[in-house]
Nanobody, 124 residues
Framework: VQLQASGGGLVQAGGSLRLSCAAS????????MGWFRQAPGKEREFVAS????????SYVDSVKGRFTISGDNAKNTVYLQMNSLKPEDTAVYYC??????????????????WGQGTQVTVSS
């Protein structure tokens, strides 16, 4: 499975962006999908995750109420809708996938598949 992230860009504080992560290849397998971000000089940080069925989502506290993760199984795509963006949301955003269930999905080490990253810049 290959992951392709897109949708990043430059936006003013308070604005919105929607990131997409398209999966290609052996997409018949079921995965848990996650979004992470990494700002310059900082460690990669968990943002959100969603199970294959979409029945379970999880968010880092700093984005709760502002970001929404969702999936479209027919399109093999996971989205991250980001509203009320803040300058501190500026980072390269990565999507990731893991076929394993019952793991800590907030840890980057849980995921074996990663997309290439898309830059999100929020100006003040």
């Amino acid at each position: 499975v290959q992951l392709q992230a897109s949708g990043g860009g430059l936006v003013q504080a308070g604005g919105s962006l929607r990131l997409s992560c398209a999966a290609s290849g052996r997409t018949s397998s079921r995965y848990v999908m996650g979004w992470f971000r990494q700002a310059p000089g900082k460690e990669r940080e968990f943002v959100a995750s969603i199970t294959w069925t979409g029945s379970s989502t999880s968010y880092v506290d700093s984005v709760k109420g502002r970001f929404t993760i969702s999936g479209d199984n027919a399109k093999n795509t996971v989205y991250l809708q980001m509203n009320s963006l803040k300058p501190e949301d500026t980072a390269v955003y990565y999507c990731a996938a893991t076929p394993f269930f019952g793991r800590d999905y907030s840890k980057s080490s849980t995921y074996g598949l990663w997309g290439q990253g898309t830059q999100v810049t929020v100006s003040s």
